[in-house]
């Protein structure tokens, strides 16, 4: 999954963790939601080293080993020794970002907390941030600030009340973020327990009351506030929606994957506050060099229909695309069609049913256990890592991720919408994350990666116009799109095989290329694995350093270099690669195109055009 371990200079990022206050919050059995802020820093991969409150009184003395950047992910705690270390280490010229509100520090941030909030809305003040949501994003927990003099406000809350404050304090900057990010990110992503149907939508769009249960039951967005119609769409008389195949006009869509926006909120607060210290950041940026975005077609087996499943193969030649084949228990293909799959590229996958159609397709570990083996059987493949819920069947919040966690399944693609009102990113994500489990085993990190799902069956599960908003939101977050198709649409309905080819064509238009769920996980441990770091020559010179522990081809070393310009150019003077400047979420960043063997590479970079 990836580490802070590093054996490279100190990092540049220094993020603050105290195991006291998770220790404590376990034991009252609540959730320690802050510990989730190193998984949002190593998927993006930016380094940081985990300091203890302890250690801050380091701070007061000025080293070259100190970090550029000092993130507090949860309201401090600091005795009065730490808090003037800090504070002098910021006056000298250093970043602080605080998320939850100032702690200790009220006097460093010039800050105070207000009133709590459990759910809420945020609103980025307009020119706060490089590309800022323009829709107000859906917050769990964190506190109103009132800023001092000084303050400036990013972000309020849509009580009015400021929301994330930035302030000058000497030569160094100090960020206050009054949302609870970590909690927002991952209630988004993993929902609600499910134990019982959800709440349909008012509008008709998504009867979840249906008396099966999903992930849908537990989505924790709001059909009000956080959906849209698709542009251009008109919706249906009276605001409300008919449930029918096909839909017979296009329902508001979850049209912003909000987690992942909020992921970017917080590094571009990041990069912000590091530009204005003149820290330069490395990041490892999510697919190979040149590819901003990624999609991914997935197929599942319903019925079982060899016929049909030829149709698909056809269909999926023409688009030439090849994909994720979830097999569903049970009964199951003609042998030849099961190996026509294998031979034509696509991935072999289970798609488990707990449907309770048959003697094992219930909802459990045992089930869950025996339905892996029927595929192994099936398939002939004895490592299957990939793995759709039929029906997005859940129950439950964490307990589904242990079970494939301990049955060798290393990424599910089961959390997506059920119901036509409930497509694009109900659950906020377009991009490769770990879930983590609750209080009970101390908010730990489980080992499968959930790649989420955003539609199924265009043109006949879902209207054709969510295609866009899916691909182009996607492209924006540089996240991976996932469709989900089944054969026998494919066979007996031609406007789904006619959208199905219209795809394909549109994605890659886009600068996407297709991938299955294997491709993804394989490319995504891998990355995990890259630890960068970046020092300044004497003569203005950058030197980054890469440890990789498996060999990544292809790879995309990002830097953000403080006053770097759109027009500048840059030369790679020691190393492998090229360099370029490129634009991700919004701002340039000088892109080190580079093949990483496994082991230790170090490169020289000279700017020689552009000087910001």
Known sequence: MGSATRTLSPAPIGLVLDDGAAQAAHHEGRDAWWLYTTEVLDHVRLPYDVLAPDALTGLGAATADAPGVLVFPHPPSLDAAAVTAVTGWVERGAALVLCGGPGTLVELTGVTAGSPVGDGHVEIVKGALTQPPDVPLHAYGGVELAPGDGGDVLA????????????????????????????????????????????????????????????????????????????????VAEGLFPHEYPPPAAAPIFHRPQADIWRRVFLTLVLDAAERCDVVLPWLFYWPAGVPAVAHMSHDSDGNVSEYAATALEVFDEVDVRVTWCHVYPGGYDPAIVQAIADRGHEQALHYNAMEDADIASWGWPQLRAQYAWAQALTGRERI???????????????????????????DQSRGPSKQGDVGFPFGSCHL????????????????????????????????????????????????????????????????????????????SRGMVWWTSEQLNSWERRRRGVRLAVTGEADGALRVAVETDDALDGAAVLLAVPGLAGDAAFTVEAGAGTATVVVRYGRPFVELATDLPTGSTSFLLRQVRGVG
Not at 198 to 218: N, Q, T
Not at 443 to 448: H, M, Q, S
Request: glycine share 8%; aromatic share 8%.
């Open 156 to 235: 309020r809350w849509t009580s009015g009340a400021a929301a994330i404050v930035a302030r000058s304090v000497g030569r160094g900057v100090v960020v206050v973020c009054g949302v609870d990010l970590w909690q927002s990110i991952v209630r988004i992503q993993q929902g609600f327990r499910v134990e019982q149907d959800g709440a349909p939508a008012a509008d008709g769009s998504c009867p979840v009351d249906d008396g099966i249960l999903k992930c849908d039951d537990g989505l924790p967005l709001s059909y009000e506030r956080d959906r849209a119609l698709p542009p251009g769409e008109s919706g």
């Open 385 to 411: 890592v990939s793995n759709k819920n039929h029906y997005t069947r859940w129950e439950g919040w964490h307990e589904f991720f242990v079970w494939c966690e301990r049955i060798g399944i290393e990424i």
């Open 433 to 508: 994350w770990f879930p983590i489990a609750d209080a009970a085993e101390a908010n730990r990190r489980i080992d499968v990666l959930e790649l989420p799902l955003h539609t199924q069956d265009l043109a006949w599960a879902g209207h054709e116009a969510n295609r866009d908003v899916i691909l182009d939101q996607v492209l924006a977050e540089h996240g991976v799109a996932h469709f989900l198709f089944h054969s026998p649409h494919l066979h007996l309905r031609p406007p789904t095989r006619a959208a199905c080819v219209r795809l394909a064509a549109e994605a890659r």
